[in-house]
């Protein structure tokens, strides 16, 4: 760890200084960052990805060891707030937050399935684990949805969202407004936002959207038990009757020295 000579007060006292992937952290960051390393008891692995789109700017994970990664977009990731933000769902994980493991009926165990149910998972669950720590990141002067508010009014000046697939459309809108209502607190865009769907005639995503977002704001989760909860409450309103989700049971998957807890949800007709 470095140190610098100058603190807040313009004493001459050593302020610890620390810095991942070359970004100088303040200190409400570095102390969430040791937080971590203290969880897994591993430094923070950090790598970076020269191949993603602009928009993906940075993941996060655990090797097989229990090794907590960081992974940013080397173009558009190389920032404070990104670097937060992965540091909170891993300190998320680490508290027992689970990752989820969708079990679809023999016969429909497919790869188009998974990556579907796996679209929804990072939209919709992220959304949800996003609506309990970015008032954390606010409260450390770090804008979180700074990235978000500017892809929505990119968004507004267009007749759909980007590359949007028209067999899911009615999904992603819903869950593109949910993602909106959760993460953003600029009323004016929401109602900029909120218009436009209903110009486009998307009243039914609209609708739901506002459904699922209700339903977080409401149980105000707080829990893993909470937050699986609510999210499969939000799968179950997002499919209506063409898919149910019920959660089955709760697994440990151990990492090294880490245990990893993966809620198992099951989906039938």
């Given at each position: 760890?470095?140190?610098?000579?100058?603190?807040?007060?313009?004493?001459?006292?050593?302020?610890?200084?620390?810095?991942?992937?070359?970004?100088?952290?303040?200190?409400?960051?570095?102390?969430?960052?040791?937080?971590?390393?203290?969880?897994?008891?591993?430094?923070?692995?950090?790598?970076?990805?020269?191949?993603?789109?602009?928009?993906?700017?940075?993941?996060?994970?655990?090797?097989?060891?229990?090794?907590?990664?960081?992974?940013?977009?080397a173009?558009?990731?190389?920032?404070?707030s990104?670097i937060?933000?992965?540091?909170?769902?891993?300190?998320?994980?680490?508290?027992?937050?689970?990752?989820?493991?969708?079990?679809?009926?023999?016969?429909?165990?497919?790869?188009?399935?998974?990556?579907?149910?796996?679209?929804?998972?990072?939209i919709?669950?992220?959304?949800?684990?996003?609506?309990?720590?970015?008032?954390?990141?606010?409260?450390?002067?770090?804008?979180?949805?700074?990235?978000?508010?500017?892809?929505?009014?990119?968004?507004?000046?267009?007749?759909?969202?980007?590359?949007?697939?028209?067999?899911?459309?009615?999904?992603?809108?819903?869950?593109?407004w949910?993602?909106?209502?959760?993460?953003i607190?600029?009323?004016?865009?929401?109602?900029?936002?909120?218009k436009?769907?209903?110009?486009?005639?998307?009243?039914?995503?609209?609708?739901?959207?506002?459904?699922?977002?209700?339903?977080?704001?409401?149980?105000?989760?707080?829990?893993?038990?909470?937050?699986?909860?609510?999210?499969?409450?939000?799968?179950n309103?997002?499919?209506?009757?063409?898919?149910?989700?019920?959660?089955?049971?709760?697994?440990?998957?151990k990492?090294?020295?880490?245990?990893?807890?993966?809620?198992i949800?099951?989906?039938?007709?």
């Amino acid at each position: 760890m470095l140190f610098s000579t100058y603190n807040a007060e313009g004493q001459n006292k050593p302020v610890p200084v620390k810095k991942l992937f070359g970004v100088t952290l303040r200190t409400q960051a570095w102390l969430l960052l040791s937080d971590v390393e203290k969880i897994y008891a591993k430094a923070i692995f950090q790598q970076e990805a020269t191949d993603w789109e602009p928009s993906r700017y940075g993941e996060e994970g655990i090797k097989q060891d229990g090794t907590p990664v960081i992974t940013i977009n080397a173009s558009t990731g190389r920032t404070e707030s990104t670097i937060v933000h992965e540091l909170f769902h891993l300190k998320m994980k680490g508290q027992g937050f689970c990752a989820y493991e969708h079990r679809f009926p023999p016969g429909q165990m497919n790869k188009n399935n998974q990556n579907s149910i796996e679209w929804v998972n990072l939209i919709l669950g992220d959304a949800i684990l996003h609506w309990l720590f970015y008032p954390e990141m606010r409260r450390m002067g770090i804008d979180p949805d700074a990235e978000v508010r500017a892809e929505l009014r990119e968004v507004l000046q267009k007749s759909d969202f980007v590359g949007i697939n028209p067999i899911s459309a009615r999904e992603a809108r819903t869950m593109y407004w949910t993602k909106a209502r959760l993460e953003i607190i600029d009323n004016e865009l929401l109602d900029q936002i909120k218009k436009w769907y209903v110009k486009n005639e998307w009243l039914e995503s609209l609708k739901t959207g506002e459904v699922l977002a209700e339903s977080v704001l409401n149980s105000k989760p707080q829990t893993p038990q909470d937050v699986a909860a609510v999210y499969v409450k939000c799968l179950n309103a997002l499919f209506e009757d063409r898919a149910k989700f019920e959660l089955e049971s709760w697994q440990e998957q151990k990492m090294g020295s880490y245990t990893q807890c993966v809620a198992i949800i099951k989906v039938f007709k």
